[in-house]
């Protein structure tokens, strides 16, 4: 059931979102029977993409006629041409974990006005988890305020990924991205929804999330949990500016801080300033994000706090917190603007 003080365009996607997730359980429980054709070697569709998507569609053209939509399977084919309001979905991410039985996929649904990602859904039907956030007013799971991990040090993380599928994808370098990062940390999964992903780095399930040839609709709702969470995301440069760029870096400040400086090298992006200091680079990711007074939302704070984080040594880190499950209570995070009366953004555990 969706609060009733979500934001009346959430609603209609939360909405969407269910509809297309009864239409992907209903296929569950028959996955052999479903038809499936292949988009490329590695890259599958079936028919439930298709229905989940038209689902997803009619609900929200249903109440905004008047919106664009970027989607996965029919592209721009659908709503108007040239609305400010564009929602972007991705009807069943992890189409190939579904094709298998292999219960990791959701629902994503973003969106985008003049650019600028404002609403988010991603829903997991498997589990029947719901992921929402609003620009400005935070990140939720199931109604409770999530916040991205804790934790200060690399070596104590766990981090998600996504593994190169399709021909002409580097696999060399990728294998070499490995090699760096996993010695330095907990342990590395690659669970095969991006995402749902970047809603487990929201929610502090995981610490770190990091991918290449991704597309707008694999991250568009899960960047907006990760920042309205407390996180920071961009691509493998630390820039901000990543929807477009095919490669995505999300995490809690202070790991984001000591990721970016692993993965900049491997970036299509690196440049002769690839060797800045992780605080010179998480510096700029801030000075570049600008915002209005009316605007400011958790990820303006979240981007000032990482740059005094990203000049700490791991020696000379705090002493790292144990991610706990959502369960916990969770506190806002003030605000650029003015401070939150102490029980605002409040959610005690049930």
């Known amino acids: 059931m969706s609060s009733p003080n979500l934001h009346p365009m959430l609603n209609v996607a939360v909405k969407a979102a269910r509809a297309a997730g009864a239409i992907i359980n209903r296929a569950a429980l028959d996955v052999e029977s479903v038809r499936i054709s292949q988009k490329q070697v590695n890259d599958f569709v079936t028919e439930v993409d298709h229905a989940s998507e038209k689902a997803i569609i009619e609900t929200l053209l249903g109440a905004y006629p008047g919106h664009g939509i970027l989607a996965e399977e029919s592209g ?43 609403q988010a859904v991603i829903y997991d039907p498997s589990r029947n988890d719901l992921f929402t956030a609003t620009k400005g007013r935070g990140a939720y799971m199931n109604d409770r305020r999530i916040r991205v991990s804790k934790r200060t040090r690399l070596n104590e993380c766990l981090v998600s990924t996504g593994f190169p599928f399709r021909t002409g994808d580097n696999f060399k370098q990728y294998l070499a991205i490995m090699a760096d990062m996993m010695p330095r940390m907990a342990g590395l ?30 991250v568009a709702a899960g960047s907006l949990l990760v920042t309205e969470a407390g996180g920071l995301i961009g691509n493998f440069t630390g820039e901000p500016d990543f929807l477009e760029q095919r490669e995505c870096l999300a995490g809690a400040p202070r790991i984001y801080g000591q990721i970016v400086p692993l993965l900049a090298k491997y970036s299509k992006f690196a440049n002769v300033d690839d060797k800045l ?32 984080f990203a000049d700490e040594s791991a020696e000379g880190e705090a002493p790292a917190v144990a991610a706990k499950p959502v369960q916990r209570k969770l506190t806002r995070i003030r605000r650029d603007t003015a401070p939150s009366s102490p029980s605002e953004g409040d959610a005690s555990a049930k």
């Open 189 to 218: 999964r690659r669970p095969g929804a991006a995402a749902l992903d970047l809603a487990y780095v929201a929610a502090g399930f995981t610490d770190a999330f990091f991918e290449t040839g991704l597309n707008p609709w694999d």
């Open 277 to 308: 200091r992780a605080s010179d680079r998480v510096r700029a990711v801030s000075a570049s994000t600008k915002s209005n007074a009316d605007d400011a939302s958790v990820d303006l704070y979240a981007r000032s706090t990482v740059v005094d």
């Open 76 to 118: 721009t084919e659908y709503g108007a041409k040239d609305s400010d309001y564009v929602w972007i979905i991705d009807p069943l991410d992890g189409t190939t974990n579904f094709i298998h039985g292999f219960p990791v996929y959701c629902v994503s649904i973003a969106l985008s006005v003049r650019g600028k990602i404002e």
